[in-house]
């Protein structure tokens, strides 16, 4: 059982940065695949980045050269950094995790469906 806690949302004027943090609990997060989600209201959970539980990566292209993610296993902590906030990226954002395999360290998991575990969310809230 794998139990995530998010952190570091706010509100932020346009143009701003936040740092979201994910803190997971257990002694084998460095075998997680995680990925952070963002859902908007009346809208689907959509991907945001996702990373393997090796160095593989992925941003969505709505926010790619603006966030980062990126993952301290010694820290059980995976981050993501938002700059040049815009109004769109307003939304409640959500850490997810699933368990790699040895054969899958250099995958990452876009879908919703392919997680496991969740966070129970941050709202990010930015104003023009």
């Known amino acids: 059982q794998v139990q995530l806690v998010e952190s570091g949302g706010g509100s932020v004027q346009a143009g701003g940065s936040l740092r979201l943090s994910c803190a997971a609990s257990?002694?084998?997060?460095?075998?997680?695949?995680m990925g952070w989600f963002r859902q908007a209201p009346g809208k689907q959970r959509e991907l945001v980045a996702a990373?393997?539980?090796?160095?593989?990566?992925i941003h969505a292209n709505s926010v790619k050269g603006r966030f980062t993610i990126s993952r301290d296993n010694a820290k059980n902590t995976v981050y993501l950094q938002m700059n040049s906030l815009k109004p769109e990226d307003t939304a409640v954002y959500y850490c997810a995790a699933r368990e790699s395999t040895f054969y899958s360290r250099s995958a990452y998991y876009t879908q919703v469906s392919e997680y496991k575990y969740w966070g129970q969310g941050t709202q990010v809230t930015v104003s023009s």
């Open positions: 257990g002694r084998t997060f460095s075998n997680y695949a």
């Open positions: 990373m393997s539980s090796g160095d593989s990566l």
